[in-house]
């Protein structure tokens, strides 16, 4: 083995120094010993370098070494390897230094043992190489056997901690088991306990059971003692009840005898009913026989009397037809009527009568009928022995519930007649707070639906000339003038209506300013009706208004509304002018009753002296005296073309339903009668040719100015008279007074012709206008306290004293009295 193991290292050396490859092949393994922890060794630097000499030196003293402690199985192969060398690096360095070429044989014989050692010596490595294989196998088995004990033990832990756990669920389960041994150790000593209850408890059952044992003996004794007794009761009942029974059966045999002869009878009985029934029965058939023809005879009876029916029914339809061509007839008589009345020029009469306001008492009406052809029935309801009513008969009775478009459509005829060149005029009259206003303009300010006269009239003549438009040319003017205190005073004169109605659109309707009754008021020409609503509005501000008792808002003056339309048509040239005057008088009042003082009283006095002067120019045309005294008041004055003239002329008599007003209503029907009476002659239009017109247009204009020059002269007559002319205010407000146009001016016909001198004439009335400023108190100065009392009443006195008297009496009836002999 030592040899063996020397040879190989002297085989490794020679391997080495013959191939390089042998050497990297020993360096190879040298490396993988270091690997496998043998003992590093420092490593040889290149044999042929200088410090090789000293480790060659160093390898073979190691080699030796070995090889003389004879351990070379135990060193590592690459001691081994570095051994052989450092042998054989140490026989090349001896051989190139101190071997002579002589000996080279012996050398190569040498070598060639070193070689044979080398390979030894590889073969050994080889194998040692081998084992070392061998033995790293051995180790990863080795490694692997450790894992696969790592995971034994691994599952032995698991084995383990799974038995511990099962070992915690026993003795949780012991531990559950102990606690129901517990409970069952506790309930079989609750059981024992119980069963000790139990058995006291039968124990004690037991004796009772015994006590009521004894005490059920006891009672049984008792029993069979008492049920002896009963026994023997019993029997003894038995006994009776069959003595009982005996008596019985003797009583049901004599019942039954009895029952026999009772049967007979109800048998009897039976038959006689029988009888009668039958009888009945032939009763009833012969009263069927009987209400057949009873039957029979009534459906004659029915035939017969619906044949009287229908006779009667034909009879009825004549009647009806009667009744028809007889209201036909009436309408037929009645526009005859209405024709005389245009004819005969009559003023017409139209009764209003107001419904009652709030706070008055209803059932106090003095009205007691209202007929269909303008008879009124009215009475004093206060009165303890009740007068026989009062009848009159107008043209038309408003009653209460009439609406304002109804009011206006039985006048409408008479105001589209304007458009054809008559003049008409509207007038208002009755006491204070009867609704004169509201019939002529509606309440302040008025809805659509409640428009009065005025509205209604002016929208209806503008849709009418709106749909003649082609063939007629229509230019309408409104005056707005009121008469207070006995002055006339414009309405429209103020600052608004002249800058909504510039001056320059005035000229236009020049044409329609002569004959004018009051010329000197401006006259706005208007184009729809929104602007007579504008204008109206101006106006009604303008108008003088005060409370009384009698009403709130009371008119203290009469106004007038003037519409002038001018026709001109288009196809012949000719032209018509027509007026609608629409006014609204002051109502008439007793001083008594208004409570009036002061002021009040003034314009109440004025009020009732024009009405006076108003009854007196009635009386005169009623009794066709030869003088009217038109110019007794301004009122008059202003109607004189209307009342005297070729007018058509219609009155609103409003009437106030209280009986409180109840004379006042009286005395203002009366007046209206006398109204209904009064003949103007017919009513003319002013449609005349175009030549025609415009002669009478000169002629008129001519007139007007004559006129006038009359007036002019008249008030400075007046003035000369009454001194200067002093200022005056109403309600606080300044307006014009102007005056009136005498009515002989009047021509009632215009043309256009005529504008040029007209328009000369307008602008000296505007400028008059403006000198009587203010002048309009002077009247109220003339009056004395009797002369201011001339109210509708002592009007009718002043008749009173004309007439005979017809016995009615005293004070309230004063009035009628003398409006009855008007
Ligand atoms: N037909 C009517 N329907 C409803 N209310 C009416 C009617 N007539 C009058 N009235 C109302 O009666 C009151 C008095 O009416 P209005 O002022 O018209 O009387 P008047 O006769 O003009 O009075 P005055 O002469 O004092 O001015 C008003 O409140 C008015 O609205």
Redesign the pocket.
């Known amino acids: 083995m030592k040899r063996l193991a020397k040879g190989e290292a002297e085989e490794g050396a020679t391997k080495a120094m013959d191939s390089p490859k042998g050497l990297a092949q020993s360096s190879s393994e040298s490396s993988s010993q270091h690997e496998l922890g043998s003992p590093v060794m420092p490593e040889p630097s290149s044999p042929f370098g200088h410090k090789s000499g000293y480790r060659s030196h160093l390898y073979a003293a190691k080699a030796s070494d070995l090889m003389k402690s004879n351990n070379l199985d135990s060193s590592p192969t690459q001691t081994l390897l570095n051994v052989a060398n450092s042998v054989l690096n140490e026989s090349i360095e001896r051989k190139n230094g101190e071997i002579p070429q002589i000996q080279n044989i012996k050398m190569v014989e040498k070598k060639k043992a070193e070689e044979q050692d080398l390979v030894k010596l590889t073969s050994e490595i080889e194998a040692k190489n081998h084992t070392i294989s061998v033995l790293t196998k051995e180790k990863e088995d080795k490694d692997h056997i450790i894992s696969l004990l790592k995971k034994e033990k691994e599952l032995q832990d698991h084995i383990i901690s799974v038995l511990k756990k099962e070992k915690e669920d026993k003795d949780h389960i012991i531990s559950v088991l102990k606690k129901e041994k517990e409970d069952k150790d506790h309930m079989v000593s609750i059981a024992a306990k119980d069963k000790e209850e139990k058995e006291h408890l039968i124990l004690k059952l037991k004796q009772e059971f015994e006590s009521m044992k004894n005490s059920c003996m006891k009672q049984c004794q008792e029993s069979e003692s008492d049920a002896k007794e009963t026994k023997l009761q019993l029997d003894n009942r038995i006994k009776e009840l069959e003595i009982l029974l005996a008596d019985s059966r003797r009583k049901i045999e004599e019942l039954e005898l009895y029952s026999k002869s009772k049967s007979q009878t109800w048998n009897e009985k039976e038959s006689t009913f029988l009888n009668s029934i039958s009888f009945q029965q032939q009763v009833v058939q012969d009263l069927r026989v009987a209400s057949k023809s009873i039957k029979q005879s009534i459906i004659n009876t029915q035939l017969k009397w619906s044949d009287e029916v229908t006779g009667i029914g034909k009879q009825l339809k004549v009647l009806v037809n009667a009744a028809e061509n007889y209201h036909a007839v009436l309408a037929e008589n009645k526009k005859l009527f209405n024709e005389v009345q245009e004819l005969k020029g009559n003023i017409r009469v139209y009764c209003?009568i107001?419904?009652f306001?709030p706070g008055e008492n209803l059932k106090a009406t003095i009205v007691d009928y209202i007929g269909d052809n303008g008879e009124l029935l009215v009475a004093n309801p206060s009165k303890q022995v009740k007068d026989k009513p009062r009848s009159f008969k107008f043209n038309k009775i408003f009653g209460?519930a009439?609406s304002q478009a109804q009011v206006y459509l039985d006048i409408q005829p008479f105001i589209r007649s304007v458009l054809d060149g008559f003049n008409v005029c509207i007038f208002?009259y009755?006491?204070?707070?009867?609704?004169?206003?509201?019939?002529m303009s509606g309440?302040n300010p008025p809805s659509e639906e409640e428009w009065g006269v005025n509205y209604r009239a002016l929208n209806d003549l503008f849709n009418i000339s709106q749909s003649r438009k082609g063939v007629n040319l229509y230019e309408v003017g409104v005056q707005m003038v009121e008469i207070y205190n006995e002055q006339v005073r414009d309405l429209l004169s103020n600052e608004a209506s002249q800058k909504r109605y510039p001056f320059m659109h005035f000229f236009l309707f020049a044409s329609l300013s002569n004959g004018l009754a009051v010329p000197d008021a401006n006259m706005l020409p208007v184009k729809s009706t929104s602007d007579v609503l504008e204008l109206m509005q101006i106006g009604f501000a303008n108008r003088a208004?005060g409370a009384?008792a009698?009403?709130s808002?009371?008119?203290r003056s009469h106004s007038v509304v003037t519409v002038h339309v001018r026709n001109e048509d288009l196809k012949t040239g000719s032209a018509s002018q027509g007026s609608l005057h629409l006014i609204?008088?002051?109502?008439s009042e007793r001083a008594d009753r208004s409570e009036a003082t002061g002021d009040r009283l003034k314009e109440a006095q004025h009020i009732n002296k024009s009405l006076s002067a108003l009854g007196d120019v009635i009386f005169a045309l009623s009794q066709k005296s030869a003088h009217v005294p038109y110019r007794n008041s301004k009122l008059t004055q202003l109607l004189q073309r209307s009342l005297g003239g070729q007018a058509k002329t219609l009155m609103f008599v409003?009437v106030n339903p209280d009986v409180l007003s109840f004379s006042e209503s009286l005395s203002t029907l009366k007046f209206a009668e006398r109204v209904s009476g009064v003949e103007l002659g017919a009513a003319k239009s002013s449609k005349e040719g175009k030549d025609v017109s415009d002669l009478i247009e000169q002629v008129a204009s001519l007139k007007d100015t004559i006129a006038r020059k009359d007036d002019e002269i008249e008030q400075l007559q007046q003035a000369k008279d009454t001194g200067n002319q002093s200022p005056g205010t109403s309600n606080g407000r300044k307006l014009g007074s102007i005056t009136l146009q005498h009515s002989s001016s009047f021509p009632g016909k215009l043309s256009s012709s005529g504008s040029q001198k007209s328009l000369g004439g307008m602008v000296k009335r505007a400028s008059r206008v403006s000198l009587d400023t203010d002048s309009y108190s002077e009247c109220g100065e003339g009056l004395s306290e009797s002369s201011s009392h001339n109210s509708l009443d002592e009007l009718n006195q002043q008749f009173d004293t004309d007439f005979s008297g017809n016995g009615e009496a005293e004070s309230d009836e004063k009035i009628d009295t003398a409006t009855d002999k008007m």
């Not at 009755?430 to 509201?438: E, L």
């Not at 609204?584 to 109502?587: F, I, P, R, V, Y």
């Open positions: 209003r107001r419904p306001l209460p009439a208002a009755g006491q204070t707070g009867s609704g004169k206003t509201y019939t309440p208004v009384t009698l009403n808002r009371s008119s609204d008088l002051a109502g409003q």
